[in-house]
């Protein structure tokens, strides 16, 4: 049996429910980065390497190769009678849901069962954050929960992770407007998605205007804020690695809208985080961040790039929309 799932955390308490079985962790914050379109397999594991590199401080090299030994392991599915996919509600998972899918449209899939548990609560956690909150008890207890997957959820992620990565938003605008029950915590996913996108009132993802929100009463330890901007997420999504590159993204520029102290810091995570005096305008909508500092962002498979954002959210109508500036 193959068990495919969203990260570490997850797999651990997989490989301890006594399952058995190989247990895959997928590992891409696919919601960061490029994922463009008509790329291949392997061309698209060497951008997101790339990538991932990047954003982390990381080899490239490394990370390609553990990317390839990842998809290599799901490419053997057939040497197994069942693969097991546990996902989660959150955008990172969703995401990740919709590329595994994609493979699987493209291949016979011959005698293998293909099941599927997506989980966004359980009674046993008051705040459900995902897979690793449980036990291997409850873990193994899910799994009599599990359904086969079916055409229909197959063919809407094909789909939907053709829209994401397509250089033109306005397919998930468009998507968002359709029945997506097949799947059914994709609505609200590519909606959280579509809102890290700029801002049309100063150019600040959701994320970013939660932060400096949540600095306008002083500042915090990052590990602090990380733990206070999460908890203002319906469906947490982020990583603290990719958290620690947005603080480092509002930190740079000509006008940066965050300082980062840590001259008093042991760990990077101790480091006192505060609002400038550009950052207060950003914060209340009085300039704009992309206007002042650029951007060099992609979105799935949307580029922005320069001092204007051709697409951005309104938080007004809920909907994306070409910037008019």
């Not at 919601?31 to 390497?49: F, K, T």
């Not at 992309?290 to 060099?296: L, Y």
Request: proline share 4%; net charge negative.
């Amino acid at each position: 049996m193959l068990h495919v799932t969203n990260g570490d955390a997850a797999a651990d308490q997989i490989r301890r429910s006594g399952l058995g079985g190989i247990v895959l962790p997928w590992r891409d914050v696919l919601h960061e980065g490029p994922v463009p379109a008509e790329l291949d397999a392997v061309a698209l594991r060497a951008v997101r390497a790339g990538f991932l590199a990047t954003s982390s401080d990381g080899d490239s090299g490394k990370i390609e190769k553990l990317l390839a030994q990842r998809d290599d392991i799901l490419a053997s599915f057939d040497l197994h009678e069942e693969v097991v996919l546990w996902f989660e509600h959150d955008l990172y998972d969703q995401l990740q849901i919709l590329q595994i899918l994609d493979r699987f449209s493209t291949v016979d899939r011959g005698d293998v069962v293909l099941t599927m548990i997506c989980v966004g609560d359980h009674p046993k956690v008051e705040r459900f954050n995902g897979l690793g909150q449980l036990d291997p008890a409850d873990i193994a207890a899910l799994f009599g929960d599990r359904a086969l997957v079916s055409e229909d959820e197959i063919e809407l992620a094909v789909v939907a992770w053709e829209a994401f990565r397509s250089p033109d938003p306005t397919l998930l605008e468009r998507l968002r407007g359709m029945d997506l029950s097949a799947l059914s915590y994709l609505t609200a996913a590519l909606t959280r998605h579509l809102e890290q996108f700029p801002s049309v009132r100063a150019g600040l993802s959701r994320t970013d205007r939660v932060t400096l929100r949540c600095l306008l009463d002083g500042e915090r330890p990052a590990d602090e804020l990380f733990r206070v901007q999460q908890a203002q997420e319906e469906r947490p999504f982020l990583g603290d690695m990719t958290y620690w590159w947005y603080l480092e993204m509002l930190a740079n520029g000509p006008k940066p809208a965050v300082a980062i102290d840590r001259s008093a810091a042991e760990q990077k995570w101790q480091a006192l985080v505060r609002l400038t005096d550009d950052g207060r305008r950003f914060a209340a909508d009085e300039d704009d961040f992309i206007v002042a500092n650029g951007i060099d962002r992609w979105w799935g498979g949307v580029h922005q790039v320069g001092h204007e954002a051709r697409w951005r959210w309104d938080e007004s109508t809920g909907h994306l929309r070409p910037d008019r500036r």
